[in-house]
Nanobody, 126 residues
Framework: QVQLVESGGGSVQAGGSLRLSCAVS????????MAWFRQAPGKEREGIAQ???????AYAGSVEGRVTISRDNAKNTLYLEMDSLKSEDTAIYYC????????????????????WGKGAPVTISS
């Protein structure tokens, strides 16, 4: 059974850092297209970071330079390291996966991604 479980969310002051984890079971992370999405209050869900099976990464302009997507193959876990957090980073963060080739999901709602976690809320206070 496929499961994606996010953790590491919480409340952080602006300028701080946070690391989100997405523990995966049911498939091998390194063989899949993996991505992080977020949905801010009142806004559509958007893709902000992705990594494919070749470890090629892409980031949304709004987070580039402040976030890093990575995976730990031994732990079968996806991560999102976030630094220099801003109030506009407040959102629910979701990890998602797809077994196929890795489409460009940055800035999209990711409707084509097959598997999703339930989300982890992140609140940035100023």
């Amino acid at each position: 059974q496929v499961q994606l479980v996010e953790s590491g969310g919480g409340s952080v002051q602006a300028g701080g850092s946070l690391r989100l984890s997405c523990a995966v079971s049911g498939f091998i992370v390194r063989n899949f297209c993996m991505a992080w999405f977020r949905q801010a209050p009142g806004k559509e869900r958007e893709g902000i970071a992705q990594i494919d099976s070749r470890a090629l990464r892409a980031y949304a302009g709004s987070v580039e330079g402040r976030v890093t997507i990575s995976r730990d193959n031994a732990k079968n876990t996806l991560y999102l390291e976030m630094d220099s957090l801003k109030s506009e980073d407040t959102a629910i963060y979701y990890c998602a996966a797809d077994p196929g080739w890795c489409p460009a999901v940055i800035g999209t709602t990711g409707s084509g991604m097959r598997y999703w976690g339930k989300g982890a809320p992140v609140t940035i206070s100023s």
